[in-house]
């Protein structure tokens, strides 16, 4: 899944959860993906594979969709008279 930093932040438990119960949760910075939380069960797992960290992380990631639709409303008119 993923969540807008601001949105992570103010939910912080609810993002930790999800990556304990659903795997990697990726935040994002502006619309794009800058980081992951995996828990630390998936970490360790990871680790003993005996595969370098980054590379194991990749491979074992779920792949997603990093496409986010940014609504298109303007917000309301407001009269300035």
């Given at each position: 899944?993923?969540?807008q930093?601001?949105?992570?932040?103010?939910r912080?438990?609810?993002v930790?959860?999800a990556a304990?119960?659903?795997g990697?949760?990726?935040?994002t910075?502006?619309?794009?993906?800058?980081?992951?939380?995996?828990?630390?069960?998936?970490l360790?797992r990871m680790?003993?594979?005996?595969k370098?960290f980054?590379?194991?992380?990749?491979?074992?990631?779920?792949?997603?969709?990093l496409a986010i639709?940014?609504s298109?409303?303007?917000?309301?008119d407001?009269?300035?008279?």
């Amino acid at each position: 899944m993923n969540w807008q930093l601001q949105t992570a932040k103010n939910r912080l438990s609810e993002v930790v959860k999800a990556a304990k119960t659903q795997g990697m949760q990726i935040i994002t910075v502006r619309g794009k993906a800058e980081v992951a939380m995996i828990s630390l069960e998936d970490l360790r797992r990871m680790r003993r594979a005996g595969k370098p960290f980054g590379k194991s992380w990749w491979e074992s990631a779920p792949k997603v969709d990093l496409a986010i639709e940014r609504s298109r409303e303007t917000g309301r008119d407001v009269d300035l008279r």
